[in-house]
């Protein structure tokens, strides 16, 4: 292994480094599309070197943007909004939900916990419009369409699942043995579960949340066919923002910028966590 | 003595509330459970039924005339090939590209773990949100792909905009998306493999090429099959891309699936037609979990063990 020849280094350089440019450059360029203006983005050749503006970002953040033909009303600061309540909101309320359940299945064996595990795992891997298309159906006679209620209760589909399956596993390498002593001492199950249990699988509950965190932020589909303008992520929102403003590539750059450096952020953050959160702990980072 | 025993739980307490605690811990993840069943059960009831949104007057059920319209179908055939092509294009590029990428990577050094961690960044960005990015690159009056490919002698390359390379431009984007995750996975995999087998081979002088392939592959399979699944369990229900790329255009050159049942209801409102589409994707993706969740409760009872 260690007799690596001199043109060996150099290829795997090579390839490192075609490797690192296809992965990195869409996210670099979209970054300095963001801060110039129009009319240098037109410019072809596509230029490396410009006069950085802020321009776009002001446009988005006061909501006004200044064209030729007058002022124009942006909303993106509302979906920027409904983005960070929409995943906040579902990532709380799947711990609420998923932390004690994954407790349940992982200490107590019951009739039927892993037929309900299975069945929300095997509902992740369901196509969502099979679940979505009958549910905008049944959300319009509820009067749960366009609300922020009925978004999140359908935004569980993605948290809960991943909650229940990350943190699980967290509790069972928790040795029982730990939890029996403290009940032996005459704590109740809830201490036990408050005091002991809850602080050991603290590091789990976390990663579980930010990664559940991401994929709420990313999710189109869901808001994309339950919520209309108001109410609308980032992701949503940007794809009809590149419709209606037509042209203004420069602010549609910095949308994207916004709505990607959340996750981006939080994921370089928690990336010792990732590996385990994704595969749903079939493997250890 | 008083003091210890109000210590003490009470036995007959604990016991009732020790069978009856974890149905309550666990019951609104049931809930949840029931709530997503009941629309999965009127998904399978629409798709007996005759039920356009336009003609609420003419819902009925026809039994299987969804399903035996689809054989003769050219628009279902279209739907089910293109699906398939795009899944196993993206499934077995990213699968080459992710091994290769995880082989370049395997030695732990600051340069090589500094990689991969910017390696996640595209798997991170909303795959409907890496379409746009790609979208503003490959613009024909701007993109600076749209320049890349003027430059190699192809003028007027079109991407997503023209039939003929719109599939190859989708399935870029969901390489650029999704290549990290099987990097990644197959990287923790190289990374826990046991090292005798490799020491003993440098000690023997085994050829490099018989290493690869009689000893890190078959060991790295569980990890491969495993990220691979869970790929083709994703891609052949891929929306996000393709909707905000092409909206299942030009023409119905990209209506895989899911865009297909999205266009059936909301376009054509024909929610009999959309709901037999989902539950066929569903025995599909049915049928591919079911593999998959083997494989996958086998690496993890693994991973337990090495914790």
């Known amino acids: 292994m260690e007799h690596t020849s001199l043109l060996e280094r150099i290829l795997r350089g090579m390839a490192l480094t075609l490797v690192v440019i296809f992965f990195m450059f869409p996210i670099v360029w979209i970054f300095m599309m963001s801060f110039q203006t129009n009319e240098t983005i037109l410019r072809i050749p596509p230029q490396l070197i410009f006069e950085p503006t802020l321009a776009n970002y002001t446009a988005l953040v006061t909501g006004k943007l200044m064209t030729a033909a007058g002022t124009l009303d942006i909303a993106f600061m509302r979906n920027l909004w409904n983005s960070v309540f929409l995943s906040v909101t579902s990532v709380a309320v799947s711990l609420l939900l998923g932390v004690p359940a994954a407790y349940a299945f992982a200490r107590h064996k019951f009739r039927g916990s892993e037929d309900i595990a299975f069945t929300l795992l095997s509902f992740k891997f369901a196509p969502?419009?099979?679940?979505?298309?009958?549910?905008?159906?049944?959300?319009?006679?509820?009067?749960?369409?366009?609300?922020?209620?009925?978004?999140?209760?359908?935004?569980?589909?993605?948290?809960?699942?991943?909650?229940?399956?990350?943190?699980?596993?967290?509790?069972?390498?928790?040795?029982?043995?730990?939890?029996?002593?403290?009940?032996?001492?005459?704590?109740?199950?809830?201490?036990?579960?408050?005091?002991?249990?809850?602080?050991?699988?603290?590091?789990?509950?976390a990663a579980a949340g930010l990664l559940a965190f991401i994929f709420a932020w990313n999710n189109f589909v869901f808001a994309l066919v339950l919520a209309s303008a108001d109410k609308q992520p980032v992701t949503v929102g940007a794809l009809a923002f590149i419709t209606s403003s037509g042209i203004q590539y420069g602010q549609i750059s910095a949308a994207i910028v916004l709505s990607i450096t959340p996750t981006l952020a939080l994921a370089l953050y928690a990336q010792r966590y990732l590996v385990e959160g994704l595969s749903l702990g079939a493997v250890k980072g | 003595m008083t003091a210890v025993?109000?210590?003490?739980?009470?036995?007959?307490?604990?016991?009732?509330?020790?069978?009856?605690?974890?149905?309550?811990?666990?019951?609104?993840?049931?809930?949840?459970?029931?709530?997503?069943?009941?629309?999965?059960?009127?998904?399978?009831?629409?798709?007996?039924?005759?039920?356009?949104?336009?003609?609420?007057?003419?819902?009925?059920?026809?039994?299987?005339?969804?399903?035996?319209?689809?054989?003769?179908?050219?628009?279902?055939?279209?739907?089910?090939?293109?699906?398939?092509?795009?899944?196993?294009?993206?499934?077995?590029?990213?699968?080459?590209?992710?091994?290769?990428?995880?082989?370049?990577?395997q030695k732990r050094s600051t340069l090589n773990n500094f990689?991969?961690?910017?390696?996640?960044?595209?798997?991170?960005?909303?795959?409907?949100?890496?379409?746009?990015?790609?979208?503003?690159?490959?613009?024909?009056?701007?993109?600076?792909?749209?320049?890349?490919?003027?430059?190699?002698?192809?003028?007027d390359f079109r991407w997503a905009s023209s039939p003929s390379t719109a599939l190859f431009t989708v399935v870029l984007?969901?390489?650029?998306?999704?290549?990290?995750?099987?990097?990644?996975?197959l990287l923790a995999g190289l990374r826990s493999l046991p090292t005798q087998p490799f020491e003993a081979a440098a000690l023997d002088g085994v050829p490099r090429s018989f290493v690869f392939f009689r000893i890190t592959l078959p060991m790295l399979t569980p990890y491969i099959l495993t990220a691979t699944l869970f790929r083709l369990l994703d891609s052949i229900q891929q929306f996000d891309i393709i909707y905000a790329m092409t909206q299942g255009g030009p023409g119905d050159t990209l209506t895989v699936?899911?865009?297909?049942?999205?266009?059936?209801?909301?376009?054509?409102?024909?929610?009999?037609?959309?709901?037999?589409?989902?539950?066929?994707?569903?025995?599909?993706?049915?049928?591919?979990?079911?593999i998959f969740i083997k494989n996958w409760l086998r690496l993890r009872e693994r991973a337990r063990g090495q914790a």
């Not at chain 1, 408050?194 to 602080?199: D, H, Q, V, Y």
């Not at chain 2, 746009?132 to 190699?152: D, E, Q, R």
């Not at chain 2, 037999?276 to 591919?288: D, K, Q, S, V």
Request: aromatic share 16%; with cysteine.
């Open chain 1, 128 to 205: 969502a419009l099979l679940v979505l298309l009958p549910l905008t159906l049944y959300f319009q006679k509820l009067g749960l369409a366009n609300t922020y209620v009925g978004l999140i209760w359908v935004y569980q589909l993605i948290c809960l699942p991943l909650i229940l399956w990350i943190v699980r596993g967290y509790f069972e390498d928790i040795p029982a043995d730990i939890e029996y002593a403290y009940r032996i001492g005459g704590h109740s199950w809830f201490a036990t579960f408050r005091k002991i249990a809850l602080p050991l699988a603290g590091p789990g509950i």
């Open chain 2, 5 to 105: 025993v109000s210590q003490r739980p009470k036995p007959s307490g604990f016991r009732i509330s020790k069978r009856v605690l974890p149905y309550v811990l666990s019951l609104p993840a049931l809930l949840v459970c029931i709530g997503i069943l009941i629309p999965f059960l009127t998904s399978v009831v629409y798709s007996f039924q005759r039920y356009r949104l336009s003609q609420p007057w003419a819902r009925q059920f026809n039994w299987g005339d969804n399903y035996i319209s689809f054989f003769t179908d050219p628009k279902f055939w279209n739907t089910l090939k293109v699906s398939l092509l795009y899944a196993g294009t993206t499934v077995v590029l990213e699968l080459l590209l992710g091994l290769a990428i995880a082989l370049l990577l």
């Open chain 2, 115 to 155: 990689i991969s961690i910017m390696l996640l960044m595209p798997l991170m960005t909303a795959p409907a949100l890496a379409a746009l990015m790609w979208k503003l690159m490959t613009n024909p009056g701007f993109g600076v792909l749209s320049y890349v490919a003027s430059l190699i002698g192809l003028q």
């Open chain 2, 173 to 185: 984007v969901d390489i650029w998306v999704y290549t990290p995750f099987i990097m990644i996975l």
């Open chain 2, 257 to 290: 699936f899911q865009v297909e049942a999205y266009l059936n209801f909301f376009q054509s409102t024909n929610v009999g037609r959309s709901a037999a589409l989902m539950i066929i994707l569903w025995a599909i993706t049915y049928f591919l979990s079911n």
